[in-house]
């Protein structure tokens, strides 16, 4: 079965950065649209970063030039590499896998940035 796995959460303070790792097994990351989607305390979950298997990239515009999303194929692996956050960047980080008909959600990483 498909398994994504989030690591690399934590605490920074505001300005810090933080990578977020997503191992992938039982789906080819390369052949997969990845996203990145985060969901705050009383808020919906929301789209942040995406990577297309043409090696696109898109980015919600509140991370726009903060955020990278990235994969290492060899590794199954895709990144989110987090600069300059915010307070408002805190929240719980999903990977989500898209291989029609398979959509995958991993279990979640916290990232807490204090001001």
């Known amino acids: 079965q498909v398994q994504l796995v989030e690591s690399g959460g934590g605490l920074v303070q505001a300005g810090g950065s933080l990578r977020l790792s997503c191992a992938a097994s039982?789906?080819?990351?390369?052949?997969?649209?990845m996203n990145w989607y985060r969901q705050a305390p009383g808020k919906q979950r929301e789209l942040v970063a995406t990577?297309?298997?043409?090696?696109?990239?898109n980015y919600a515009d509140s991370v726009k030039g903060r955020f990278t999303i990235s994969s290492d194929n060899a590794k199954n692996t895709v990144y989110l590499q987090m600069n300059s956050l915010k307070s408002e960047d805190t929240a719980v980080y999903y990977c989500?896998?898209?291989?029609?008909?398979?959509?995958?959600w991993g279990q979640g990483t916290q990232v807490t940035v204090s001001s």
């Open positions: 039982g789906i080819i990351v390369s052949l997969s649209v």
């Open positions: 990577l297309t298997t043409g090696g696109s990239t």
């Open positions: 989500n896998a898209q291989f029609p008909p398979i959509r995958a």
